[in-house]
């Protein structure tokens, strides 16, 4: 754990997780914020540095974009290929499976030639709305498309909180693994809730996972 002046502060990844349920933009909001200035957020809690740059380093800091989750945001802004051209190329590299695709972009499969930069490793972010159908397709030629009905967004809050996840770590590790002994994930329940959901009652990662609620319990 980090230290400083005799506090003891949570984990990086679990304060990051946290923080990044905040929804805040950039460092001078998260300044404003661990300063108590912006009164719309819950407080700080205690057990997370207002520096936590300084605190953090050397345990996993890799900017305040990477803490705060504004990374992906940029990583928008970049000029990738074309949906259709990434995905034929990454066709012809003969992945079976996410997980392979995982180890390939961390650069595990030594036999397949490096991911080009223009090429995301968030595919379906980066190409939402733009070709995107899901990542079987995206590996392989040979997908058949199902058509799921998206959960209703209230139906799907009522159910994520039920399940009481306690970060945004969790909930990806849920959707894509679920090894912790859960309920069994819907299909019909949404990857990415906040681009799902964007138009239908999405607000934050705290009202998703009712964070409010777990942190009292």
């Not at 719309?40 to 050397?58: L, M, N």
């Amino acid at each position: 754990m980090g230290k400083g002046r005799k506090i003891d502060y949570r984990p990086f990844e679990s304060a990051r997780d946290y923080c990044k349920a905040l929804n805040l933009r950039n460092k001078d909001e998260w300044t404003r914020y661990a300063k108590g200035e912006m009164p719309e957020k819950e407080q700080k809690p205690k057990d997370i540095p207002s520096r936590v740059d300084k605190i953090y380093k050397g345990q996993g800091w890799d900017g305040f974009d990477d803490f705060l989750g504004t990374k992906k945001a940029k990583e928008l802004k970049k000029n990738f290929r074309n949906f259709e051209k990434a995905r034929a190329l990454v066709r012809n590299l003969r992945l079976t499976s996410e997980e392979q695709w995982l180890d390939y972009i961390e650069g595990k499969l030594e036999d397949k030639p490096k991911l080009p930069a223009d090429i995301p490793t968030n595919p379906d972010e980066i190409y939402y709305n733009k070709g995107w159908v899901n990542m079987t397709d995206f590996l392989s030629d040979h997908y058949q498309p199902e058509v799921i009905e998206q959960m209703p967004f209230e139906q799907a809050r009522e159910f994520v909180h039920s399940l009481k996840l306690k970060s945004i770590h969790d909930w990806e590790s849920y959707r894509n693994e679920n090894k912790n002994g859960l309920p069994e994930c819907p299909a019909q329940l949404p990857v990415w809730p906040p681009r799902a959901y964007k138009n239908s009652g999405w607000t934050s990662w705290a009202d998703w996972l009712n964070l409010s609620f777990n942190k009292r319990n």
